[in-house]
């Protein structure tokens, strides 16, 4: 399990309504520009609630076969100004 501080890229697609698959894009807020591609099943539609653009996004998770980031557990921070 790894653990990333992000910020949320305003990028986000339904990929499923049952169970309510997500797909988030964020970037990393130090170093690297490259952004990182995320999915959630688990609580996906409380974060689609709750993201506002450039917030602030502390995940836990994984990376699958496909180098994409499967969320277990998130916590959503304040707006980052731009």
Known sequence: MQNLTVKFDNQ???????PFM??????PLHGDDQPINCLIVRH??????????????ALYGHY?????FVINKFMVGQAVAA
Do not use: E
């Open 64 to 68: 699958n076969q496909r180098h994409q």
């Open 44 to 57: 996906a539609l409380t974060l689609f609630y709750q993201l506002k653009p450039n917030v602030q996004l």
């Open 22 to 27: 997500l797909y988030v894009r964020v970037k």
């Open 12 to 18: 986000t697609k339904i990929l499923k309504l049952d």
